[in-house]
């Protein structure tokens, strides 16, 4: 069982907040949110956020389990449109300014005991 939250047209750049996701990839929900809230970033609030909503999505999904022990199955930050804006130089020039933004997608799931 796995519930899914993605937050689209975040105004962080996509490596900023790949750094962040790194950190927490793989690990138990508790352990991951405690992570994400104690980091003073602006990727660790927008992801803390996307996780929380993941994890609100499962127990509404599947209410019956929802005290069952949950990690993050995959977690991913893609590209998302590039903004450009002109910055004027010296001389008549001008440089292009490329304000990136990122889609941030959360899939969590429920931990799986392993049978001896």
Known sequence: MEAMARERYLRISPLKLRKIVNLVRGKGV???LYILKVLPNKGARIAYKA???AVSNFKNRYPESARQKLKISAIYVDQAPVLRRLMPRA???ADVLRKQSSHLTVIVSTVEEKSK
């Open 30 to 32: 508790d352990d991951a």
């Open 51 to 53: 996780l929380y909503s």
């Open 91 to 93: 001389r008549g020039r």
